[in-house]
């Protein structure tokens, strides 16, 4: 587990059981108050927007994530086959991962 000052734009956490990508991360300290993480966070799954405080210091679950260039073949239902280009591996992807980019 890592903390606060191991975090930056990009990276993936764990926030309330739901995998997050750091969109904005800011160190403030405000006046006489303790200083703290403002962070703006997208949801990887629904793709909302959420902002947090974290305190500075404090323990954050960092999820480590493999990207892997992969090819669409079609869409069946709610899914979207791609396939792995080395190992020709099918793989279901629900469409709702891709957002409105999937359209394109």
């Known amino acids: 587990m890592a903390d606060t000052g191991d975090i930056n734009v990009g990276s993936i956490i764990r926030f309330n059981n739901e995998l ?20 703006k966070m997208r949801n990887l799954l629904n ?6 405080r974290f305190r500075s210091g404090e323990g954050v679950d960092v999820v ?6 992969m090819q669409y073949i079609y869409q069946e239902g709610e ?26």
């Open 20 to 39: 997050v990508v750091i969109t904005e991360w800011q160190h403030r300290t405000p006046g006489n108050l303790r200083a703290f993480y403002q962070a």
């Open 47 to 52: 793709g909302k927007q959420t902002e947090n």
């Open 64 to 69: 480590r994530v493999d990207f892997k260039q």
């Open 79 to 104: 899914f979207a086959v791609v396939m792995d280009k080395e190992t020709f591996e099918q793989v279901y992807v629900p469409v709702k991962l891709f957002g409105d980019s999937f359209q394109f």
